[in-house]
């Protein structure tokens, strides 16, 4: 009788470290589907305008957040983009801007990527991107 209930004993501990084990091996799965996710943006231009076209890949579970600012902070876009999609797409006129330097800011979850556009006028408006 002492053996079944050691041999029982001994049973349920080894079912319980392999269910811990099994439970430790899908948080580590889900740990790494969250970092397949990178947020990745890139700005163009649009030619013989003064527009550029943001182009952002994301999550789709996520939502993301788009600023449009200054250097001294002042924020002249503001959007939560928040659809179930992996891409987003959005073109600006930025016709009416200053001179300067302009920084869109993308925040997804606890990431945060900054896209520099500078503008400035001669004869005709120069919009540079880096």
């Not at 470290?17 to 948080?27: E, F, H, I, Q, V």
């Not at 990178?38 to 003064?50: E, P, R």
């Amino acid at each position: 009788m002492k053996t079944s209930i050691i041999s029982n004993l001994l049973c349920a501990a080894a079912l319980s470290l392999s269910l811990n084990a099994l439970a430790a091996d899908k948080k580590k799965n889900n740990e790494a589907d969250a970092v397949t996710y990178k947020l990745d943006a890139a700005i163009y231009k649009v030619a013989n305008t003064s527009k550029v076209k943001l182009s952002v890949d994301k999550n789709p579970d996520t939502k993301l957040r788009i600023l449009l600012k200054d250097r001294t902070g002042k924020v002249y876009y503001s959007e939560m983009f928040s659809q179930k999609a992996d891409k987003y797409r959005r073109v600006f006129d930025l016709e009416d801007m200053k001179d300067g330097k302009y920084y869109f800011e993308l925040y997804n979850k606890q990431q945060k990527l900054v896209k520099e556009v500078k503008i400035e006028s001669n004869m005709e408006r120069l919009i540079s991107l880096q």
